[in-house]
């Protein structure tokens, strides 16, 4: 969880995720669609929320991904010795 400070109010959030995770603003963005961090407790998935002195921004562990958990499955209209 981080406190932002005095110097940080005024700041947009995708700006405070990129500066205090150390990463790109692509990847603060992507934490944000992917709505795991949380305002003061409320979820909050704009990159233009302007943050205050004292907000507190935590960031939920995201699920891991599998492999295949983008695949999908084909649904059988129709099934038998001769045909799939």
């Known amino acids: 969880m981080h406190t932002v400070s005095p110097s940080e109010s005024a700041m947009r959030l995708v700006n405070f995720l990129a500066e205090r995770e150390a990463c790109s ?30 907000d507190r921004v935590e960031i939920q562990e995201q699920p891991r991904s599998t492999a295949h958990e983008g695949a999908r499955s084909i649904p059988f209209l129709f099934e038998n010795a001769d045909y799939v």
């Open 25 to 54: 603003l692509r990847k603060a963005k992507a934490l944000l669609d992917a709505r795991v961090v949380f305002v003061n407790g409320k979820r909050v998935w704009m990159a233009k929320h302007t943050l205050r002195a004292g």
